[in-house]
């Protein structure tokens, strides 16, 4: 299965896909041997309806998680590697160090450019993706018709049904001297317990 992402268009918006993970149905299939090996490929096709189920996230934009503590952090590491450039911004009596005074303009400085990138990135269409879900939930691609999932889905939901009663009736067929006897030292064990009062 490729791993690769993929976009696609609903004609309100793009949205990529992230495949890895996800259950492929799709009516296009190849299968061929090769060097004793049977390989087996299915393929979605450019410009083909395809729906999707899975977890909706929005990357960036509006919703991104942006730590300010941190970016501010990483920013100033990043000026106090080049000392020439920091002490020509910020070194305002010329003495050739960063004195407290000077600093704190250098910290507000900084605050304010991450302010401003982070306004920017907020203000930015964010990217949206469909991944797996991350508690398990379905993670389905197919470019099978809406009618042929539903009979899908529709059988193997019978199944499951049948299989799940299937495991009751044949509980309930256990030996029942087996429950008998249970019932039985549930009943001496009650006796006991009232005798011994």
Partial sequence: MSHDTFGISDGSGQVLIDPDGAEIMTSRKQVSN???YRKTEWTLIEGETIYVIGEHVTL????AMLDKKSDL???LAE????KTVLLS???A????EISLDEWGHARQAAADEIDRAHLDIRLKDGIHLMRQPVHGRPFLIANREVTALVRHFRLWSWAHLVLMLSALAGLMLIDPRGLTLAQAGCTAYSWFVEDTQ
Wanted: proline residues 5%.
């Fill in 79 to 82: 000026w106090k590697r080049d």
């Fill in 89 to 91: 911004r910020f070194d």
């Fill in 34 to 36: 090769t060097g004793g």
């Fill in 73 to 75: 952090a990483t920013l």
């Fill in 60 to 63: 960036g934009g509006p919703n």
């Fill in 93 to 96: 009596n010329r003495d050739g």
